[in-house]
Each structure stands twice: as structure tokens, then as C-alpha cells.
């Protein structure tokens, strides 16, 4: 699956866990003398959920940004945070998102939903235009990763799963893609270097066909007939 299609199966669980999020939003205040401030607050993002659950993205991260510059506690600050960066991304603010997205990160201590925080900065990440780098598509791998291996319990682990693998695919198609621009070049060692990586980092990918087919070509043009003839073997037993 292309970028778009990564993305677009990312976005698909980001609104149904931010409204359950807001389920457990702003939290009072045990001091009854407080008590006004954080009850209008939590008005305020029980607010931006409904216009984010009616599609006014544009509203909601009005309401949102007033909130933050209001003050809130840091669990609670968090959870907006989050919220701003889902709207700026269905508003086509990736840049916006991912900043968000990575502050509620860069905190110290405990952090309100931290698995959706990872998925959200993933999105982000993926959602870069016109389309993201490979840089940007290896961080959101990375945060995928982390977020399997920390959170193993998530209500994001299947997506997780799904979403590496077609991540992990772009990755060795890139990897190809440069491996035979070398050996078009006539760097043959660069081009088997660059396949000997994708084989030891994308084992399962369907691009260890075309990865095992230009690692014989290029031990064919230097001379290593040997080598040549039994990558051809291991070739034989790939599926194209």
C-alpha cells in the first residue's frame, strides 16, 4: 500500500479513541474554591469532542487552542493536545500535528494516553505532503514499534501489526529501488551492500525476489560466477 493508504488506515482509529478519551477529560479539582475554572474547561473540550465528532475540525481547534492558552493540568493538557493535533491533521497540517503530537511525547512522567500518542505522531509523520520521506516513513516505523513493544495491550496493536508490514514493505521497495539504480550506475559492491541490508532488515518482504535477482547480476558483472550461480539457486525458491 502506498503512503495515502498507509495513512488513511491510521486516521481510521485516531476519532473513535479521541471521544472515548473524552469520556475521562478535564478532571475537577478536589478544592471546592477551584471548582468553577476547571468545570468551564471541561465544558470547553467536551465542546471541541462534539465538533470534531461533527466534522467542524476548523471550530474545534479554536475551542482547543483557547483551552491550552487557558492553562490546564498536565494529564489534561495533554489530552488537548492530542485532540488539536487530530484536527490539524484532518485539516491538512501534518507539519502542526506532528509538533503537537511530539510535545505531548517530550514530557516528563506520566503521559495520558501514550500508545495514542505514538499512532497520532505515526499519522503525522506519514502524513507529510506531497509525500513523506523516507526518513519521515522510517520514524513512523519506529513509533509503531515502540508503541508494539511498550504497549503490547493496546487497542492499537492489530492496526499496529497491519500498518507495520505495509510500512515495512515501502521500506524494502525503496531499499530495491536504490539497490538497482547502483547497479545500473555499475557500483556493483554499493548494490550488493544495499541488497545484503534489505535481506537482513526485510526478511519476509515481497521484495526479496528482485533483491536475490540483483545480487546475481551484480556478482555476474564482477566476475563471482560462483556466487552468481547459487543466489540463482536461493532465487529459485523465492516467490516472484
Known amino acids: 500500500m502506498n503512503a495515502p493508504g498507509i495513512r488513511h488506515g491510521l486516521l481510521t482509529l485516531l476519532l473513535p479513541c479521541l471521544l472515548m478519551a473524552g469520556c475521562s477529560s478535564l478532571q475537577r ?3 471546592p474554591a477551584d471548582a468553577a475554572r476547571p468545570a468551564a474547561l471541561s465544558t ?3 465542546g471541541s469532542l462534539a465538533l470534531i465528532e461533527s466534522g467542524d475540525y476548523r471550530q474545534a ?6 483551552l491550552l492558552r487557558a492553562g490546564t493540568p498536565p494529564d489534561e493538557r495533554n489530552r488537548a493536545l492530542l485532540a488539536l493535533a487530530f484536527t490539524q491533521l484532518q485539516l491538512g497540517r501534518p507539519e502542526r500535528a506532528l509538533q503537537l503530537s511530539a510535545a505531548t511525547l517530550n514530557q516528563p512522567g506520566s503521559l495520558a494516553q501514550p500508545d495514542y500518542a505514538l499512532y497520532l ?3 503525522a509523520l506519514l502524513a507529510s505532503e506531497p509525500a513523506p520521506t523516507a526518513s519521515q516513513v522510517r520514524r513512523a516505523s519506529d513509533d509503531l514499534k515502540r508503541l508494539q513493544r511498550e504497549y503490547p495491550g ?3 496493536a492489530g492496526a499496529t ?4 508490514a505495509e510500512i515495512e514493505q515501502r521500506l524494502a521497495d525503496n531499499e530495491l529501488r536504490t539497490a538497482r539504480e547502483l ?3 555499475g557500483q556493483y559492491a554499493a548494490a550488493l551492500n544495499r541488497c545484503r541490508y534489505l535481506i537482513e532488515h526485510y526478511p519476509h518482504s515481497a521484495a526479496m525476489a528482485g533483491t536475490l535477482d540483483t545480487m546475481a547480476t551484480a556478482y555476474r558483472r564482477l566476475g563471482l560466477d ?3 550461480d547459487s543466489t540463482e539457486t536461493m532465487r529459485r525458491d523465492v516467490q516472484p
Not at 481547534?61 to 483557547?66: G, H, R
Not at 501489526?161 to 507495520?164: A, D, G, I, K, S
Request: charged share 25%; proline share 4%; hydrophobic share 40%.
Open 29 to 31: 479539582p478536589s478544592d
Open 44 to 46: 470547553t473540550y467536551a
Open 61 to 66: 481547534a479554536q475551542m482547543l487552542e483557547s
Open 121 to 123: 505522531h505515526a499519522a
Open 154 to 156: 493496546s487497542r492499537y
Open 161 to 164: 501489526r497491519e500498518q507495520l
Open 183 to 185: 547497479l545500473e550506475r
Open 226 to 228: 560462483a556466487l552468481a
